[in-house]
Every structure is written in C-alpha cells, then in structure tokens.
C-alpha cells in the first residue's frame, strides 16, 4: 500500500486527507442520522398525554426541546399552542427548516470532497503526464523505465481520486435523501399534535 502511495506522488496526500474526512463525516452521519434519535418512537402520544393533563409548563418544554429534532419541533409549536392552529403550525414549519439545516451538517463537505476527488486525481494525471515528457525529452522514447514513473503517477492518482469520490457521491446522496424523509415525518408527527390540541383529529 505504501509503494502504491509513493508510487502516486504528490498529489496523492490530498486525496488520502480528503479520504479520511470523508469516512469520518460518513461515520458521523450514519450515528447521528439515527430514525429513533431523531424520532424517537411514541414521543407524540407521550407529550399528548403531557398536555392532556395539564403538565407543559415551561421547564417540561425546555426538556422536550432539548431531547431530540423532533422534540424541538413538537416544543416549537407547543409553545405557541395559545395563538391557534395557523401560528402553531408556522412555528413548526420555522423550526421545522433549521432542524433540517442542523441535520444536513457536514454534507456540503462531503458533497464537495465527492466534486473535487476527481480533480485531484486529474491533476495528479497532468503532473504525471509532464514527468512522462520530461522523460521522453531526456531519455528518448526508447526506454520504457524512464517513462513508467509518469505512467505510474498518472493511473494510481486517477485511480485514487475515483476511489474517495465515488463512495463520497453515493453517501452524499444517501444523507440527503435520508434527511428529506426524517424532515417530512418530523412535520407530519408535528402536525397530527397540532391537529389534536385543537380538536380536528382524534386522539
């Protein structure tokens, strides 16, 4: 593995440090994107309950928003469940919008390590196509030694940006969808509560 690093010259170090960020974010993701931290199962029926028997008052809220994305969206409403269903429902949809923003964190680094792989990889191509001229210039097109170091850069950095950018698109579009659909049902528990605190669902 290590000749193959050597092999690859320069250019092969940013891609190795845009490979571990990028297995690092992906780790982090797939812990943090978890469904039962984001919503956690029953949380409505409990805070239903909750507010059935008159228990959310202002410590109890601070605790639901601070437990989970979905808490914070539930408590967003809630706090506002005096003013009617229209504002309850826009408080949602606020908080609602900058969970997502908190859930697509480091997504746009792992989009942009996915776009720039490849570039490294080409220009580690380019610098191994010059060492081929270069060669060719000194020593002649006779002599394939010479010419195998810039051969060698070119296919392994090629080969190495493919590698980090490949998997990085396919998790990078993985996460986005996957946090698409977290948003779409945090809003749609969110509004079932909205619905029933106002009488127009049944419980």
């Known amino acids: 593995m290590f000749e193959i690093i050597k092999s690859g010259g320069l250019m092969m170090w940013p891609i190795i440090i845009s490979s571990i960020a990028a297995m690092a974010i992906i780790a982090e ?15 409505v029926s409990q805070v239903w309950g909750l507010y ?5 008052d202002e410590i109890t809220l601070r605790r639901l928003k601070a437990s989970s994305p979905l808490g914070s969206v539930l408590a967003a409403g809630l706090i506002n469940r ?11 949809e606020e908080a609602g919008r900058k969970v997502a923003h908190d859930l697509e964190r480091f997504l746009n680094t792992l989009g942009t390590i996915a776009a720039v792989g490849p570039l490294l990889g ?29 051969i060698s850069v070119a296919l392994v950095t090629t080969a190495a940006g493919l590698t980090v950018a490949i998997p990085s ?32 669902r049944e419980e």
């Open 29 to 43: 993701r797939f812990w943090t994107l978890q469904k039962k931290k984001i919503l956690p199962p029953e949380l």
């Open 52 to 56: 059935r028997e008159n228990k959310l």
């Open 169 to 200: 698109l396919i998790f990078h579009r993985f996460f986005e969808r996957l946090v698409d659909d977290l948003v779409v049902n945090m809003e749609e528990e969110a509004l079932k509560l909205v619905e029933i605190v106002h009488g127009e």
């Open 122 to 150: 080409l220009l580690g191509t380019v610098f191994g196509i010059i060492q081929v001229f270069s060669a060719m210039m000194e020593h002649g097109a006779g002599d394939p030694t010479a010419l195998a170091g810039g």
């Open 82 to 92: 005096k003013h009617g269903r229209a504002v309850m429902k826009e408080c949602i």
